[in-house]
């Protein structure tokens, strides 16, 4: 009598049998998942393709076939919008006011979460509870008083550190909120252990807590970068000229250029991409730091 020796299954093999079931039939979902998925992903990249796409045809083309694909291809409307001065002068204030924003709400979130997670003291949660709620407390209604206390008390108008301070203030809220779970989760024997080696509570965080905590404060500060560089209400108020960030950049680009449809698409993708390509890039940091923080 002979014996076959059936070769062991990969684990890929072992995950697909398992996805098919005892039923051999194949349970990666319901189609309707599929296709409510698929027109969310439409519905999400479809004006933005469409942008793109737009800046690449003729103001011809788009009066002609509004839906139609570039025939010929156009690279004008893009050289034009990277030739311009004032694209870059966008850039660079949208750069720097978000970099500023970024910096004061990584560093003040990470000191405010700090004994908010680590120490024990009366009125700790509802000092926390001050924080959350500043998550219902929208820029809108404070534009007039920030207005004249950037301008007339703080002499900040048209600067980018009038900007970027108010900016940061609404955003700490968000950045303790995640921040303080993701610090607690740190084990309690680890700061123990460190001070019996010596080290204060100041130095555990800056030496021990800090290197640590980098997921998190790597989350909270791409969320305060891509938020500042999306802001339009605050720099609306207190820029002007020269000043002027990129969001703003494209509604007077747009309004001064409203008959060259082309070249305002051009403008407006050329705008998404910094922001895009930095999300993009960070989107796994910032999914760790978020499962630090529910861990949490």
Do not use: C, H
Not at 106 to 120: D, H
């Amino acid at each position: 009598m002979t014996t076959q020796t059936q070769s062991p299954e990969t684990a890929p093999q072992q995950t697909e049998r398992r996805r098919r079931g005892s039923s051999g039939k194949f349970q990666g979902g319901s189609p309707a998942v599929y296709a409510a998925a698929f027109v969310v992903v439409v519905a999400t990249l479809g004006p933005v393709v469409y942008g793109a796409l737009g800046g690449f045809r003729s103001n011809f083309q788009l009066a002609d076939s509004p839906a139609g694909l570039p025939s010929p291809w156009i690279f004008d409307n893009y050289i034009g919008v990277l030739q311009n001065p004032d694209f870059w002068t966008f850039n660079l204030n949208s750069i720097a006011v978000a970099v500023i924003t970024t910096a004061i709400v990584v560093v003040f979130g990470v000191m405010a979460a700090y004994p908010l997670a680590r120490y024990q003291f009366k009125g700790r949660e509802a000092l926390f509870m001050v924080f959350v709620a500043g998550l219902l407390f929208p820029a809108t209604v404070a534009v007039i008083p920030l207005f004249i206390l950037i301008t007339q008390n703080l002499g900040l108008g048209n600067t980018w550190w009038g900007v970027a301070l108010p900016q940061a203030a609404f955003a700490l809220p968000i950045t303790v909120v995640i921040l303080r779970p993701f610090l607690m989760a740190l084990p309690k024997e680890l700061e123990e252990a460190a001070q019996l080696d010596g080290t204060s509570r100041i130095g555990f965080f800056w030496r021990i807590l800090l290197p640590l905590s980098g997921p998190g404060m790597v989350t909270v500060g791409v969320l305060a970068f891509v938020g500042s560089w999306n802001a339009y209400l605050l720099p609306l108020l207190l820029l002007r000229g020269d000043m002027r960030t990129l969001p703003l950049g494209v509604a007077d680009f747009s309004t001064e250029y409203s008959v060259d449809t082309a070249g305002v698409f051009a403008f407006t993708t050329l705008a998404m991409i910094p922001a895009l390509v930095f999300f993009l890039a960070m989107q796994k940091r910032i999914v760790n730091g978020l499962q630090g923080a529910v861990k949490g």
